[in-house]
């Protein structure tokens, strides 16, 4: 770490090391970087999906805004995760949220329901071009003991009019072409999209609408002065009305002085993702043939989608020492093997990694940071549809709209105990993960 400034040593030339995002994904805007003294009317921190929605709202609405951002846009979770777009949170049901929040609540499950047909309906309004397929997500359950969650999940969502659809386990083996599952759920809202050209496409919208992105320009810290917020990076700062921090998993990479609470109160896991060879016609016709998202009900994911060229993109953990890489290889080639044995031999072009915030009872963290200054963690494996909804809400907080009509269900900052201990340990979590699932199966 660079003490003059709190700034962590982070690779700035290998922003997607073997990304197949970046292989594939032309490249992003020209972006200055932030020095000397500069003014908006909103600052957000963070171009990624929460960041550049809430700016392209912004503008839309008329307001002076600039984006400060540590890399490029995307370059964090919102560039390399898988691309799902998902209309749920991983673990919590409408039921739990509005039994926290209440009123809050039932407004955050209503952003929830609609946030995949948001995102899909932004990439068309905004002609970006991202490889998008809303073609619909399944979940399928991995023991016959685990058909109550999609039970409880098709219940609960239909009361909130979520398109949502219960399936035998004869209709998921039709869907995804294996026997491995034993029925599950779906949503027909959801789909996938290359994130990276997203998160690009967002950025050249927040352009050519008159918003600004500072590029390669770390924030290190903000406070309030004068009755304005001030963001300071290592060649300048900038002063605006409001605030919003989008840093999410990344918010203590680049500065341990940023925002320590937010960072504390999530575990930053890192997620493998990879991508085989483009699959032939034949097979791939065999092997989820209406493209739909998978994420099932493991508590060590399974989660292929297709990309664009009829490659699977999908990933996993892996705990220990070694050659990580190779040993997430040769796990999920077995896994893709035991599930559908019709795809041969399986290799992969492509293998990287990222950052997923958790938090410790899978509920986003969203929080009230000062005067007409507004943030939140905790993506839980939920990121892509839900920041793009949440970029809006945030939006429209600090443009001044009541409390009583935003879907955000505040809370305190609640950093975990123990943090940086913990945040060596989490990985062992996933050994608890995979014993419960084999046990289940058993």
């Given at each position: 770490m660079d003490s003059a400034n709190g700034l962590w040593n982070v690779p700035w030339n290998v922003p997607w090391p073997d990304s197949l995002w970046a292989a594939v994904t032309p490249p992003g805007p020209d972006l200055p970087e932030l020095s000397g003294d500069v003014e908006a009317d909103?600052?957000?921190?963070?171009?990624?999906?929460t960041g550049l929605s809430s700016a392209l709202h912004l503008r839309e609405a008329g307001v002076d805004v600039a984006i400060v951002e540590a890399m490029e846009p995307g370059w964090g979770a919102s560039g390399s995760n898988n691309g799902?777009?998902?209309?749920?949170?991983?673990?919590?049901?409408?039921?739990?949220?509005?039994?926290?929040?209440?009123?809050?609540?039932?407004?955050?499950?209503?952003?929830?329901?609609?946030?995949?047909?948001?995102?899909?309906?932004?990439?068309?309004?905004?002609?970006?071009?991202?490889?998008?397929?809303?073609?619909?997500?399944?979940?399928?359950?991995?023991?016959?003991?685990?058909?109550k969650i999609a039970e409880r999940r098709v219940r609960q969502w239909s009361k909130f009019g979520a398109p949502v659809e219960l399936l035998s386990r004869e209709q998921t083996r039709r869907m995804l072409g294996s026997d491995a599952w034993f029925g599950g759920f779906?949503?027909?809202?959801?789909?996938?999209?290359?994130?990276?050209?997203?998160?690009?496409?967002?950025?050249?919208?927040?352009?050519?609408?008159?918003?600004?992105?500072?590029?390669?320009?770390?924030?290190?810290?903000?406070?309030?002065?004068?009755?304005?917020?001030?963001?300071?990076?290592?060649?300048?700062?900038?002063?605006?009305?409001?605030?919003?921090?989008?840093?999410?998993?990344y918010t203590g990479e680049f500065s341990n002085s940023l925002a320590p609470d937010i960072a504390r109160e999530v575990m930053p896991v890192l997620s493998w993702q990879m991508a085989t060879q483009p699959l032939s016609e034949n097979i791939r016709k065999t092997i989820i043939p209406a493209r739909q998202a998978m994420s099932d009900t493991h508590g060590e994911l399974y989660f292929p989608?297709?990309?664009?060229?009829?490659?699977?993109?999908?990933?996993?953990?892996?705990?220990?020492?070694?050659?990580?890489?190779?040993?997430?290889?040769?796990?999920v080639a077995e896994r893709l093997q035991r599930l559908w044995p019709q795809i041969g031999d399986v290799s992969f072009d492509h293998v990287w990694n990222g950052y997923v915030g958790m938090t410790t009872d899978f509920l986003p963290r969203i929080h009230r940071l000062g005067p007409e200054a507004y943030g939140w963690t905790g993506c839980n494996g939920r990121a892509v549809a839900l920041a793009i909804a949440l970029g809006d809400e945030l939006s429209k907080a600090v443009r001044g709209h009541p409390e009583s009509e935003l879907a955000l269900p505040f809370t305190e900052p609640a950093p975990i105990a123990a943090h940086g201990l913990l945040r060596h340990l989490a990985p062992l979590m996933l050994m608890i993960y995979r014993r419960r699932d084999a046990r289940e199966i058993a």
């Open positions: 909103v600052v957000v921190i963070g171009a990624g999906f799902q777009v998902i209309p749920t949170l991983s673990r919590c049901d409408p039921d739990d949220i509005v039994a926290k929040h209440g009123a809050a609540g039932e407004r955050f499950v209503a952003l929830l329901r609609d946030s995949a047909s948001v995102l899909f309906d932004i990439a068309r309004r905004y002609h970006i071009q991202a490889e998008q397929e809303q073609s619909g997500w399944v979940q399928p359950v991995h023991s016959p003991g685990r058909i779906w949503n027909s809202t959801g789909g996938h999209i290359n994130p990276l050209a997203l998160s690009r496409g967002l950025a050249r919208a927040v352009l050519e609408r008159g918003g600004r992105i500072y590029a390669r320009s770390p924030a290190i810290s903000f406070a309030r002065h004068n009755g304005r917020w001030v963001v300071k990076t290592a060649q300048g700062q900038i002063g605006g009305r409001a605030l919003i921090v989008a840093t999410n998993a989608r297709y990309d664009a060229r009829n490659r699977l993109v999908t990933g996993g953990a892996v705990i220990g020492p070694g050659n990580k890489r190779e040993r997430i290889k040769a796990r």
